[in-house]
């Protein structure tokens, strides 16, 4: 057959000679450079610049909405519910937290890890603002998807378990939010600089016990908890990065409240000097 016996029919579907849909082109997606993005963005994080992060992300948001590119329109959206969580900014956080899930559902990723991610980064933000009762049911479909779809050493199992376990606390269901905190020590211990994951759970348990005991008959348990995290997070061979900085910020409150006021001004250097240097 000679090429200009082809017709259009010849290759394509019998479809209603009176739809237009097949000449309404789209315009093409443009991704976002979704690692160079996130490469930048650590470097903010790493001199605690939450408000330069912010803009960073909010220029890329508007690059990938240009671009219909709703994958980099998600990872932008579920880092931006990171930032306005850390800053205490909820209306902010609620409404990243609404986009992200709208766009888990326009692409069709509820039963993947993306999904997972999403939701566990949804849920902490509810228990950031005391919602406990959604963060508990975003993280109930967030460990469903991680418990099908991850190994179960996974590092994000880990991290799903620890900040579920805060939320039972507020729940009160102390039972469960321990099991899920042990369950979150054994994960952790077997990643490398798990360390500092672990010290934050032993904190959580130093006040879920005080939550549910009250401070004096809690006293000798939490002394326990707050001395092996301190420990922990005073290993030589951590690497004293952003992240770790960041650590031993959140850490040091808590401290403070447990009256290691030498413990807690100790951590507040540490982190002041690694962001200063970085």
């Known amino acids: 057959m000679d090429k200009e016996d082809f017709d259009f029919t010849d290759y394509t579907d019998p479809i209603c000679p009176f739809c237009t849909d097949q000449f309404q082109k789209q315009p ?47 990872t932008i959206s579920n880092e931006l519910m990171g930032i306005y969580r850390k800053t205490g900014r909820k209306n902010e ?14 692409l069709e990723l509820n039963n993947n890890i993306t999904a997972g991610t999403t939701y566990t980064n949804a849920a902490t933000v509810y ?23 991850l190994d179960s050493s996974d590092p994000r199992l880990g991290g799903l378990y620890n900040n ?33 994951e672990v010290a934050i759970t032993y904190l959580n348990l130093a006040n879920l016990e005080e939550a549910r005991l009250g401070a004096e008959k809690s006293e000798a348990i939490v002394d326990k ?29 808590t401290f403070g409240y447990y009256g290691r006021f030498l413990y807690e001004k100790e951590l507040r250097d540490r982190a002041r000097d690694i962001y200063e240097r970085n």
């Open 127 to 149: 228990k950031a603002f005391s919602m406990p009762e959604q963060s508990r049911e975003l993280f109930g479909k967030a460990k469903e998807l991680y418990e099908s779809l």
């Open 28 to 74: 093409p997606v443009h991704p976002i450079p979704i690692s160079r993005v996130l490469e930048k963005l650590d470097e903010h994080l790493g001199r605690n610049d939450y408000s330069a992060a912010e803009k960073h992300l909010l220029y890329w948001l508007g690059e990938a909405e240009e671009g219909r590119d709703k994958h980099g329109m998600l």
């Open 164 to 196: 579920l376990g805060l939320t039972l606390v507020d729940l009160e269901r102390y039972d469960e939010a321990v099991n899920y905190y042990n369950k979150a020590i054994e994960i952790m211990s077997k990643k490398e600089s798990g360390e500092l």
């Open 225 to 253: 908890y707050v001395e092996k995290a301190y420990e922990l997070l005073n290993k030589d061979y951590l690497p004293r990065n952003g992240y770790y900085a960041f650590v031993c910020e959140k850490c040091a409150p």
């Open 93 to 106: 956080a609620l409404d990243a937290l609404k986009n992200s899930l709208r766009l888990v559902d326009e």
